[in-house]
């Protein structure tokens, strides 16, 4: 495998170059066999290859580097909660990412672990070390230990950082849980729809055309069609869908487009609510971490901004920034905002004049939290019966337009 490596010689200049090695810790090895102190050492992704020479002669090898591991929420929750604990415990931060670097499973994060401990080895602060990748860690998290580091309270930080992503998983769970059930159960019934119309009605329609029944009704006749069409083109179903998601995706690449999009998602019926909840969720409650982790409050806004991945409430924090820049309140920039309810301005205004700007966002979080599990209940209690009714519409439909040419026959010869 090749890799490629950034390391410091021992006249203390930076050099950077490629090794072939059968592991990272082999390539490490080597490094510090020439007497070089390793900063960073990443597999090279894509397809690599290597020329070594032998005899005279090069070889080529050939190096497939496997699709990254996906880092969840997860798995940053649990490194963050041992870090928190063992800096507490006097133990240094490069021996703290040894130890997390032989424990940890997911492979693409033990990677990012070795390269980081390999940094902070070099002379390379925690938080610049992080900041060389930028796929795992976010610019969030990066800017809360780097403030850690600064005030001398990187324990805290940490421990703060694992409580914020812990609630931010907490959240995604809630989301998913949300739209994990009428998913499913859509799934199912389209499913069992189309081993009805591919399977069971052809045998209906052989034992109608065996009776001579040349006329049918209409309902009948179109079951059939769709049977037809199902058994004959059914190659053809996902190509409305890719249609769809290659139209959203142009479309979103459009300031107009994106923002049209962004409006409609938390506008929609049933589960646009969930979204924005959702989102002003993750958003005060990353202004909250920040602010309390002692980050500037424009700052701040930027960043809370930055997690809404949504321009209608990327626009609102954007505005806030302005403002205060400019000397004006947040709780007046809120409260002249439709979005926010009057009672967050309200709250903003309190911790404002009580210097707990950070206490009261983490109370403004944490009411979106709860809105948020209340409408997830009351969207499962609703849902559940129209689920219910709309599975036995389509299931009796086409149950009944076979049925109904069946008894019509029966009667005929009775």
């Known amino acids: 495998m090749l890799f490629r490596y950034r390391a410091r010689t021992t006249t203390g200049t930076i050099t950077t170059g490629s090794r072939e090695a059968a592991s990272q810790e082999a390539a490490v090895s080597w490094l510090r066999e020439q007497g070089m102190s390793p900063i960073s050492v990443e597999a090279q992704g894509g397809f690599a290859v290597a020329t070594a020479e032998k005899g005279g002669k090069k070889s080529f090898n050939l190096n497939i580097e496997l699709i990254p591991q996906k880092v969840t929420l997860k798995d940053k929750n649990i490194i963050f909660k041992q870090m928190a604990t063992m800096v507490n415990a006097g133990i240094t931060v490069a021996a703290t990412l040894d130890l997390l670097a032989n424990q940890t499973e997911n492979k693409t994060l033990k990677t990012a672990i070795v390269g980081m401990r390999d940094a902070v080895g070099g002379g390379v602060t925690f938080g610049a070390a992080m ?7 976010t610019g969030l998290e990066i800017s809360l230990v780097k403030a850690g580091e600064e005030g001398g309270v990187l324990d805290v930080s940490m421990a703060r950082l694992a409580d914020f992503v812990e609630k931010q998983y907490a959240l995604q769970k809630k989301v998913k849980s949300a739209m994990t059930y009428p998913s499913v159960v859509v799934a199912f019934t389209m499913l069992a729809l189309g081993i009805l119309s591919a399977v069971i009605v052809p045998m209906f329609r052989k034992a109608f055309d065996n009776m001579g029944m040349s006329e049918l009704p209409k309902m009948t006749a179109a079951i059939f069609g769709f049977s037809d069409f199902l058994r004959g083109y059914w190659f053809t179903l996902p ?3 890719i249609l769809l998601w290659v139209a959203m995706h142009f479309i979103k690449k459009s300031e107009g487009g994106r923002r049209f999009l962004d409006k409609r998602k938390v506008k929609a019926p049933l589960i646009g609510d969930i979204i924005f909840k959702a989102i002003l969720a993750r958003s005060f409650r990353t202004f909250a971490t920040l602010v309390t982790a002692g980050v500037s409050i424009l700052d701040s806004i930027e960043m809370s901004a930055g997690v809404a991945d949504n321009v209608v409430v990327k626009d609102a924090f954007r505005m806030m920034r302005e403002r205060a820049q400019n000397g004006i309140l947040l709780s007046a920039t809120i409260k002249e905002q439709k979005l926010f309810p009057a009672m967050v301005a309200h709250m903003v205004a309190v911790g404002e004049e009580t210097g707990q700007v950070d206490e009261v966002l983490s109370k403004v979080a944490d009411w979106y939290d709860m809105e948020l599990d209340e409408k997830i209940k009351s969207l499962t209690s609703i849902i559940e019966p129209v689920l219910i009714v709309f599975i ?18 029966m009667q005929q010869l009775m």
Do not use: E
């Not at 900041?131 to 860690?137: A, E, G, N, V």
């Not at 036995?392 to 026959?409: A, E, H, K, R």
């Open 239 to 241: 190509i409305p869908f």
């Open 392 to 409: 036995g519409l389509v299931v009796g439909l086409v149950v009944g337009s076979i049925f109904v040419p069946l008894i019509q026959s």
């Open 131 to 137: 900041s060389r990748y930028p796929k795992i860690f």
